[in-house]
Nanobody
């Protein structure tokens, strides 16, 4: 399974960006999928969708970011609105064989993209 992010860039505070993750390989069997960003020395989950389609968000982005899937499990998106300078980070697309996102996040997803840079200026 390969994941490739696109859509990062620079935007002013209050602006919007949409990240995309193209997933290739044996994507039909994937379970939990989501977006992470680097916080200190750890990648933190900010938006997740489990194997049943249930979504969850980190408090820092809830109400501003929206995760979605299209084309089955071959495309994952993160719509980011009302961006703040503190959202500046490297964003990673991730996926796991486990349908349960709690287990997946604790253990760490199996598949990762290379990361997409987002810069928000004040």
């Amino acid at each position: 399974v390969q994941l490739l992010e696109s859509g990062g860039g620079s935007v002013e505070s209050g602006g919007s960006l949409r990240l995309a993750c193209a997933i290739s390989g044996y994507s039909d069997n994937l379970g939990c999928m989501g977006w992470f960003r680097q916080e200190s020395e750890k990648r933190e989950a900010i938006a997740l969708v489990d194997g049943d389609g249930r979504v969850s968000y980190a408090d820092a982005v809830r109400g501003r970011f929206t995760i979605s899937q299209e084309n089955g499990k071959t495309s994952l998106y993160l719509q980011m609105n009302s961006l703040k300078p503190e959202d500046s980070n490297t964003y990673y697309c991730a996926a796991d064989d486990d349908v349960n996102c709690v287990r997946s996040v604790v253990r760490g997803p199996k598949y990762w993209g290379q990361g997409a840079q987002v810069a928000v200026s004040s």
